[in-house]
């Protein structure tokens, strides 16, 4: 079957830095996504990785390595408002996503 | 109208109702999806369109239908609601079936 895990929960503190994990077993790749989702709202788009190595994007990096089945996202300097789910999702061979169960990411001051 | 829409925003519904989940796009993506999102669960696919006059199913389709009349509009329907459809719906459409999924703000149905 189709599996992604991640993290239930993290908890990190502000100013800090702090690392996702995701590791896939799918049928098929086609490139992974991570999503950040606050308390009561919809998936915001964040990051995609297709090819191997870091996709830098302001305070926010996203990892690939394709031959471990693995991928992190990488917050810098946490701000209060990072405080939400993070979810990994791969595309399969099907162009469907398959989705983790995502990662709930607590900031303390 | 910028990006998706969806309506009801919230909903309380009797076991055995209809109800259709309305979702519009003005993006002119072509592909659409209908996600649910429960506790503890990553987001399920219910049903997808690749392109208004098809579509498909996907991993969690029975009890619920779609049609795509038009580029626009990709409405949900459960014919007959059950207790276990109570969740929170997605959903989201994509320029192709390839391409970043961008999500609507969600409707939360609670089936009593």
């Known amino acids: 079957g189709q599996n992604i895990d991640q993290p239930t929960e993290m908890t990190a503190t502000e100013g800090a830095i702090v690392q996702i994990n995701c590791t896939y077993q799918t049928s098929g790749f086609n490139g992974l996504f991570w999503y950040q989702q606050h308390a009561g709202e919809a998936p915001t788009f964040l990051s995609y990785?297709?090819l191997d190595g870091l996709e830098e994007k302001g305070r926010f990096s996203s990892f690939l390595s394709r031959s471990k089945g693995y991928s992190y996202l990488l917050l810098k300097e946490l701000q209060m408002k990072d405080s939400a789910s993070y979810l990994c999702?791969?595309?399969?061979?099907?162009?469907?996503?398959?989705w983790g169960a995502g990662t709930k990411l607590i900031i303390k001051p | 109208i910028a990006g998706i829409t969806q309506a009801p925003t919230s909903q309380i519904l009797a076991a055995g109702r209809r109800m259709t989940l309305r979702c519009t796009q003005d993006m002119r993506h072509n592909a659409m999806y209908w996600y649910r999102q429960d506790l503890g669960l990553g987001l399920r696919l219910i049903h997808y369109s690749n392109t208004a006059g098809t579509t498909g199913k996907g991993e969690v389709p029975d009890g619920y239908s779609v049609s795509r009349a038009n580029t626009d509009d990709f409405p949900l329907t459960l014919a007959s609601a059950v207790p276990s459809q109570t969740s929170v719906y997605f959903c989201?459409?994509?320029?192709?079936?390839?391409?970043?999924?961008?999500f609507g703000p969600g409707t939360r149905l609670t089936v009593l």
């Open positions: 989201a459409s994509g320029l192709t079936s390839t391409d970043t999924q961008y």
């Open positions: 999702a791969v595309m399969d061979s099907n162009y469907q996503l398959i």
């Open positions: 990785n297709v």
